[in-house]
């Protein structure tokens, strides 16, 4: 629950769309080959997850999918 909380905050967000630009640009513009390309693609779901404020990982474990309903779940308990 920690994780999904931690995801949802405003660092969460940032570590995710820094992460997904640091993959994105080693896939296409480092690596520039077939498994570059590969790394590049997933790069690009942190990237969007952090900017359309959603978690992946989340429902696993039990959360919301959305980072607003993550906030309102937290403040509720």
């Known amino acids: 629950m920690k994780f999904s909380k931690f995801m949802a905050s405003g660092l969460g967000r ?3 769309v820094i992460a997904g630009l640091v993959l994105f640009y080693l896939g296409f513009g480092i690596m520039n ?3 570059g390309y590969i ?3 997933i ?3 942190p990237l969007v997850a952090g900017v359309f404020d959603f978690c992946i990982m989340a429902p696993l474990f039990g959360m ?3 980072g ?3 906030r ?3 403040l509720k308990q």
Do not use: C, D, S, W
């Open 68 to 70: 607003k309903a993550i």
């Open 43 to 45: 790069g690009i779901i």
């Open 64 to 66: 919301p999918f959305m």
């Open 72 to 74: 309102e779940h937290q």
């Open 14 to 16: 940032l570590l995710r």
């Open 33 to 35: 080959n077939i498994p």
């Open 39 to 41: 790394i590049g693609v």
